[in-house]
């Protein structure tokens, strides 16, 4: 009996390191962009020029507090320790937009002509996105019944590239407006918190996350000092790989 005793703690161990493993996901979905901030407008204007016969412009504020669609891909290693905590790194990849509404335009000849002239205008414009996101996160596992529940939470950094603001409607009745303009963003780096949460039946997941942006996208511009910060909410379904 005494023997049998002192087996128990031996028997413990493999079933605490049973309790604890590493689980490997993917995930793909929607990803929903806006900016929010003091500067972050719904609708704006469009300076459009004619020079030398190549029509282009800009939106005068293209961050956007109008949600736009895109997509959200990730991969995520997760560990689940013997009470239910969890540690998450996930690595993803989204390509985002928001839209802004266009009401009026300025116009404006060639250098070679002072002639200018604001319009009515219709159509949108959308900044155009595509972010390398990190997030650490922790958290807990809850069960329900034949449900299991991940919850986490923590810091999330990007690094925004292929930053682009593209648009096209109509100006002064019929005439055709379009704008292309790459590299709109003052600064490449986000960072924020975010909050993630994984619905699981067996190794299929729903997963939804909310990123709040705390870093100015606008910040280092001379003469002026908007503000303007993401927010980004995925929807998507997961896999558990492993």
Do not use: C
Request: hydrophobic share 40%.
């Amino acid at each position: 009996m005494r023997n049998a005793f002192l087996l128990l703690p031996l028997l413990a161990l493999p079933l605490s390191a049973a309790a604890q493993h590493t689980e490997i996901s993917g995930r793909a979905g929607l990803g929903l962009f806006r900016f929010g901030g003091p500067s972050a407008e719904g609708t704006s204007f469009v300076n459009f020029a004619n020079n030398f016969g190549q029509p282009n412009g800009y939106t005068n504020n293209p961050y956007s507090s109008r949600l736009g669609a895109g997509l959200a891909l990730g991969a995520r290693v997760q560990h689940v320790g013997q009470r239910q905590g969890l540690v998450a790194f996930d690595l993803g990849y989204e390509w985002l937009r928001s839209r802004t509404s266009i009401t009026q335009l300025y116009y404006s000849q060639p250098l070679t002509s002072s002639f200018s002239g604001a319009y009515r205008a219709d159509g949108s414009t959308e900044l155009l996105a595509q972010r390398v996101t990190a997030f650490v996160g922790l958290g807990h596992r809850f069960d329900a019944g034949a449900l299991v529940i991940d919850a986490l939470a923590g810091p999330e950094g990007a690094y925004v590239f292929g930053f682009r603001e593209k648009g096209s409607g109509t100006y002064n009745g019929n005439l055709s407006w379009a704008v292309d303009q790459p590299n709109r963003a003052a600064s490449r780096y986000d960072a924020g918190l975010r909050a993630d949460a994984t619905v699981w039946y067996h190794r299929l997941g729903f997963n939804a996350s909310y990123s709040h942006g705390l870093l100015n996208y606008q910040s280092g511009l001379l003469g002026a000092s908007p503000e303007v910060y993401s927010r980004t909410l995925r929807l998507g379904l997961a896999f558990k790989l492993r």
